[in-house]
């Protein structure tokens, strides 16, 4: 019987759903296992070989923890909300849900082919209104509930309500946009909107005015991760700032306990790097600046209070709130024109562009706190609104950027430090003493910095103070499919829809644009306002009843439902929480999590910003969401080329470019083999190209070029799985993805190689089968060698899996095979061992052998095998035998000699006599086990 891969992988796939294999209950008496894929997006091209690459490295991990004995949860679902479904469905008018559940079917199909041990009852989509009445019911919980900093945890919104009642915020130590003390009295005297719009500021998601990343084409706001070189990823449109009213959750009060918290992970130092910039902790100090001939004070922090008497201007944020208030009227045209060329660039190339020197004079003057000076206030987009307080007090002599500022500007330069010139050929940023600074002269940095702060808060003119970089996260997308937010407006006071009303599902709409007056989608649906007293939504014809209310029309972001997805496969079915107690104390957080490094800064902050807050409130037994993660390398495709020559339009062959300028295109993988083109293949791939002529090699062959570059549907170089598991098989796709190289490292795709992985997969079939394809087993005692080989895979198998390298592993594997072929070992023993450290590699092969061997039942119920060293024990030595110090022959010897036997055997042997020449060595030299030196 030949190995006929397609039968046994459909076989076994059938098994394991008839049986619910891969169904996972709590079971108290093994040890558990949560293993997780991070959260796919359903596209419309479906998966190429680099997307599965992750899901096969968790999987072999899971199956390899359920052979070591551990109860496994290794479950999967879907990322379904989002823009690409929408576009498409403002392209054609088709609803994004009948679009995304085409996608999933897609997916599923695929991954089922795939072979993976995945506990599909467990399935999530985040479009499941069952699954978004939880992510509504969690933005609920964090709507009701501030930080408070003597508790370091978030609390519930009616304490601190409670303490306004009795003392107003005097005593409160709480994270706050809300800066003006009141007393019991006047918060008992606010009415109800006062007393809302003071909440609002202390809440953990909550609405503000917030500079944002407008899309005009896409009639959305982006996150910072959604633009790429100054435009949307989605699309490549222009992406401008723009003020609106947003909900925001506020990620900053979480911080501290955010970069601490990274100490604890076993994650990539490059991921936790990436995660601490982002955060930016600084330590420094606040300093108040009046505005000149105004009532309005201008705050700023600095790191560097020490330099203080260097500030030689000031620059604010085109978009800060006090430019309009402040700037003269001799300026205000060139003010308006610099704010309007500022909003059209986004934060990301603000940030990133730090060489073009722009800015604009407010005709403005600030005073300095402690000289009383008048100084400058510019405007300059390279500082942003929403980092710090969107102003920075300049100092030239400090700061290179100020410098450059201050020099294209011809602003005149204080110098603060002893000594150094400030000229521009002399300029430096190390500095020595202060200098010029009265109080501040001649300390050192530390010492001046700690003194400047002491003075500033003395003359309450500033204050010490610790900054991040992080930011408030924007929770509001202008779109229509996203998780409607459970709000509705009475008066213009948010309120939240009572639990036991959720879900808000998404109502009907007749276009996914924004409404002409540029109100978000949802400003399109009929039935999209709250009836408080029969506490359903009602259509717009009671709108201007006393007790129906507008619903918010924004959605939330993406990232809503993927930063807790983890939890909800503990118990997806719950209709009564969103998710047990004793599940989430069981299952705790994720073991192991494997995805891409790019969204450190997007779903891995959110989804622990999440956890850290549902752990605050008692929902969960954990802070951190995942322990470990492995974030995979990227599968690179392998892009084929034409040349086309730029005068008469024909193909030219590789070998023959030079000889024409020619442009060099994208040609699809699937025509071209080996580098040769199949010419008609090309002709019959376009229209255009149907009477396309050639300039061929010399032996009437096109040969294309070749270059290793992103796997893209765009590039033409995209590699179908389900085409190699229909040529090869899973198993064969699913050891060759590990064959390619370490999990985390890039690397090219080459269908080259995946023949050799078959081979082995064949080879190892022919094992257990004799030259007519019958099963050929034996039950006699394993031979020595054979064990050898097969514990010494046991070993490496091991100690891979403990350090999550899987491509040696493979290695292994087949060296193993090919000295089990040499040795026309068939032994049941040695096999078995050998098919259990293959099953989470290669399931479906490893199954059908598994019940060749004459077991009943799956392999996946097997024990993983334990190496006996003793097995490992070489019986002999090959031994170099040198004569004085020259190595003249090589002689094996058993291991338990003594190095007077070793001597006797090595000096009465013929070769020995040849060299010796008649005559007695003088001394003779042996190092059991290394070598042997005989001097004559």
């Not at 402040?326 to 060329?341: F, G, H, P, S």
């Not at 047990?580 to 494997?594: F, G, H, P, R, T």
Request: proline share 4%.
């Amino acid at each position: 019987m030949e190995y006929n891969f397609n039968e046994i992988e459909k076989k076994w796939r059938k098994y394991w759903q008839e049986n619910n294999t891969y169904v996972a209950k709590i079971d108290s008496e093994k040890p558990k296992y949560y293993g997780l894929s991070m959260f796919p997006y359903p596209s419309g091209a479906g998966l190429h070989v680099g997307h599965p690459l992750g899901y096969i490295a968790s999987d072999i991990y899971a199956r390899y923890k359920r052979l070591k004995g551990f109860n496994v949860l290794h479950p999967m679902g879907y990322d379904s909300f989002g823009l690409p479904a929408e576009q498409y469905a403002i392209q054609t008018g088709q609803h994004p849900a009948v679009t995304t559940e085409e996608n999933l079917k897609r997916y599923r199909s695929q991954l089922d082919k795939i072979g993976f041990s995945f506990d599909w009852s467990r399935e999530v989509r985040t479009s499941d209104p069952q699954y978004y009445k939880w992510t509504q019911w969690i933005f609920k919980q964090l709507f009701a509930a501030y930080y408070c900093n003597d508790a370091s945890k978030a609390m519930p919104i009616e304490n601190l309500v409670s303490v306004f009642e009795k003392e107003g915020n005097t005593s409160v130590n709480a994270v706050t946009a809300y800066e003006t003390e009141f007393s019991a009295e006047e918060w008992n005297a606010f009415d109800a909107k006062q007393k809302d719009a003071v909440l609002m500021d202390y809440r953990l998601t909550y609405l503000a005015d917030s500079w944002v990343n407008w899309c005009p084409a896409l009639g959305t706001v982006l996150a910072n991760d959604e633009i790429v070189n100054g435009v949307s990823e989605r699309g490549g449109h222009p992406v401008e700032q723009k003020l609106m009213r947003q909900w925001s959750m506020r990620i900053t009060a979480y911080a501290e306990r955010l970069l601490k918290g990274l100490d604890k992970l076993d994650w990539s130092d490059a991921v936790k790097d990436i995660q601490r910039n982002w955060i930016g902790k600084s330590v420094g100090a606040s300093v108040n600046f009046a505005v000149a001939d105004h009532d309005e004070e201008i705050q700023v922090f600095t790191t560097r209070p020490d330099t203080i008497y260097g500030v030689s201007f000031m620059v604010l944020a085109p978009e800060h709130e006090l430019v309009t208030q402040i700037t003269t009227d001799e300026y205000k045209d060139e003010v308006n024109a610099y704010q309007q060329k500022a909003g059209l660039k986004s934060e990301r190339d603000r940030m990133a562009d730090t060489k073009t020197i722009s800015g604009q004079f407010t005709g403005a003057y600030a005073v300095h706190p402690l000289s009383g000076e008048k100084i400058q206030i510019w405007i300059g987009d390279y500082v942003l609104a929403s980092y710090g307080t969107g102003a920075v007090m300049a100092v030239p002599c400090g700061d290179q950027r100020d410098y450059d500022f201050a020099k294209h500007f011809e602003i005149p330069i204080k110098n603060i430090f002893a000594d150094v010139s400030i000229e521009e050929e002399a300029y430096t940023e190390k500095k020595g003493k202060i200098a010029n600074s009265d109080f501040l002269n001649g300390l050192e940095v530390a010492e001046a910095i700690q003194k400047a702060i002491e003075v500033l808060e003395d003359k309450k003119i500033g204050k010490a103070k610790t900054n991040y970089r992080l930011r408030d996260a924007v929770f509001s997308r202008q779109r229509y499919w996203g998780e409607p937010f459970p709000v509705y407006y009475d008066n213009g006071v948010a309120k939240t829809i009572e639990d036991q009303f959720l879900p808000i599902e998404l109502p009907e709409v007749d276009k996914y644009l924004p409404t002409p007056d540029g109100k978000p989608p949802l400003g399109n649906a009929d039935n999209w306002f709250w009836d408080t007293e029969k506490n359903e939504l009602v259509g717009r014809e009671r709108a201007e009843e006393e007790h129906v209310h507008p619903m918010e029309l924004n959605t939330m972001p993406g990232w809503a439902g993927s930063s807790w997805y983890f939890l909800r496969y503990m118990d997806p079915h719950n209709e009564k929480a969103f998710v047990a107690k004793e599940k989430v104390d069981y299952w705790s957080n994720v073991d192991l999590y494997i995805g891409g490094a790019e969204h450190a800064t997007g779903h891995l902050l959110y989804s622990r910003f999440w956890s850290m807050f549902l752990n605050d409130m008692g929902h969960i037994p954990f802070e951190e969401p995942f322990k470990k993660m492995i974030n995979q390398g990227m599968i690179l495709g392998r892009s084929s080329f034409v040349y086309r020559d730029k005068a008469s339009g024909k193909f030219i062959s590789f070998g023959k470019r030079k000889e024409y300028k020619v442009a060099r295109l994208h040609v699809d993988i699937n025509i071209v083999d080996n580098d040769k083109l199949d010419i008609e293949a090309f002709k019959a791939s376009r229209e255009e190209y149907a009477n396309a002529e050639f300039i061929l090699e010399d032996d009437g062959t096109y040969i294309c070029g070749n270059e290793v570059e992103k796997m893209s549907k765009s590039k033409f170089n995209v590699q179908n799985p389900d085409d190699l598991v229909e040529k090869y098989g899973a198993d064969t796709l699913r050891m060759y993805e590990m064959f390619l190289g370490p999990i985390e490292q890039a690397k090219p795709w080459d269908i080259k190689g995946i023949n050799g992985v078959n081979n082995f997969l064949r080879k190892l079939w022919r094992l257990f089968h004799d030259q007519d394809g019958n099963v050929n087993l034996s039950d006699d005692k394993a031979d020595a060698k054979a064990l050898k080989s097969v514990h010494k895979t046991i070993k490496k198998a091991q100690e891979d899996m403990d350090r999550y390298v899987f491509n040696t592993s493979v290695s292994a594997m087949m060296i193993c095979v090919n000295e089990l072929t040499e040795q026309k070992c068939n032994n049941k023993t040695v096999l078995q061992d050998l098919v259990v450290l293959l099953a989470p590699y290669a399931p479906h092969i490893a199954e059908e052998l598994w019940s060749i061997l004459g077991n009943e039942g799956s392999v996946n119920d097997a024990t993983y095998p334990v190496c006996n060293e003793d097995y490992l024990v070489e019986d002999a030595f090959e031994y170099p035998v040198s004569f004085n110090g020259k190595m003249r022959f090589k002689v094996e010897l058993p291991n338990n000699l003594s190095k007077e036997d070793i001597e006797k055997e090595v000096l009465a042997m013929e070769k020995s006599q040849k060299y010796l020449e008649g005559k007695a060595p003088k001394k003779v030299i042996v190092v059991p086990g290394r070598i042997v030196n005989i001097v004559v």
